[in-house]
């Protein structure tokens, strides 16, 4: 790992959390009793949830299946009317699944779609996270029935037909209004879609020592500040403590992306910001700033002289940059100075007919001295050839490149070359706005400027982007907003 990690932060994919089922047992805790405590959170989160009802518990053949005859089994016990629906063949059952079967008392059905009529409450326990293979035949049909019955579904450990690993959805999923999940969540209920299928995430503990965690190479955690911490101001410091961090602009008509992006910096606490470019480009933004500096460079070669001073310590480089080949050699000129480096927009496009040459580049560099924040559609521009889920994409981009991606979205994925990755779970649909990805690219170089390492500075700013729009929590959000929240954000996180 490349860093101290709270393993509250950990995510486990199936396979992952499959090695700790079977690494309990040195804890002295067998699968049966693994499946029997899953079903007891199940049912106390159920009788904390709803009053007593009419309750379908639809099983599927594997261990999901098991987890679903617990409930039934404790359910019943309390009182409750429970019917079970079984979408496989009693006789196929194994293991733990079969002995919890034959504990449920009660008749096991075959699933058919009346029996959703009198129920009020569904419980899903076909498949689990494990699952890698389309759903489809009677499985589909039940999953499609179970949807449309509008009643209430809890799924056990995730959604049936979410992929645990990735959160693609394999064909048809269960549509839940909450999920109940063991010992810590898996990437997939984080990952769109999945995350949009799980409903309301509940991770109960069932017995499995936090230990484990250190048998298993875990590399996939949720990002909040349990990774990082923001860079603390002493009584006696000065605005150099606090690096100065370059902007490169556009030309006169494209300057407003790096203006939010410089404001972003400097408002972060980035100890000074200049905004870099020609003097038509400079003469605007000169009619809109104040506490940034301006610094006119005609050509590379200026900029190139510029960055050999050490105290221009990050340096922002894309956003509205403009395709050229001379705003190319601007990038080049960036790339081959000390300063930490973030590319993001026209940066990366700049690269799409030989990414190659910047990956070269990068990778003589300092190691994890460069982010990349692409959105999906740059990302494919200088990624042609990784496909997949986008967890995967963003780990082979990270390798390939060697920099730290920043894949964009309601999802981001932060990946480093070492095959760290971090999901980003906080932010609000309402971030979806232009300018807000400026305001990112600010946010985290003005983070660079203040020496937080790269991966930390990326891991951070996500966050406190993400958080900006929470803060401001309606509609209406445009990306100047965001820098004028930046200080509650800071403060909140600083006091939490």
Known sequence: MPMQINSKNALLTPKQMAKADRLALKYNIS????????????????VADYSPCSVLILCGPGNNGGDG????????????????????DVAHLKGDAKINAQRFNGEIKQFDDKLLKNADLIIDAI???GL??????????????????????IAIDIPSGIDGATGEVRAIAIRANKTISFFHAKPGHYLLPGREYCGQLVIKNIGIDERILQEIEVNCFVNNDNLWHLPKRK???????????????GDELHGGAARLAAKAALRVGAGLVSLVGERAALLVHATQLSSIMLKEIKNSEDFSELLKDKRFNACIIGPALGISEKNKELIL???????????????????????????????????????????????????????????????M????????????????????????????????ANLATA?????????IGGLLAQKMPSLKAALAGTYIHGELGNIFNSSGLIADDLIDLLPKALTKLTKG
């Open 31 to 46: 699968s049966l009793e693994l499946m029997e405590n899953a079903g007891k959170v199940v049912v106390e989160q159920i």
């Open 127 to 129: 498949f689990g996270a």
């Open 397 to 428: 981009a990270a390798k390939e490149s060697g920099a730290i991606i920043v894949l964009k979205g309601a999802d981001t994925i932060i990946a480093s070359p070492d095959d760290f990755a971090a999901i980003n779970i906080n932010a609000p």
């Open 333 to 395: 000129s960036a790339l081959n100075s000390n300063a930490k480096i973030l590319l993001d927009a026209d940066g990366l496009s700049n690269f799409a007919n030989n990414p190659d040459e910047l990956f070269i580049l990068i990778k003589q560099r300092a190691k994890d001295s460069v982010i990349l924040t692409p959105h999906e559609g740059e990302f494919n521009r200088i990624f042609p050839n990784i496909t997949g889920d986008k967890l995967s994409r963003a780990k």
């Open 235 to 249: 009584l006696n410091s000065h605005k150099y403590d606090f690096g100065h961090a370059l902007i490169v602009s």
């Open 69 to 88: 005859f617990v409930v039934a089994r404790l359910l019943r016990a309390k009182g409750w009317k429970v019917e079970v629906a079984l979408l496989s």
């Open 132 to 153: 890698s293979r389309n759903i489809e035949g009677k499985f589909a049909k039940a999953i499609d029935a179970a949807n449309k019955s509008n009643k209430p579904i």
């Open 435 to 443: 300018g807000s990805g400026d305001v990112l690219a600010g946010i």
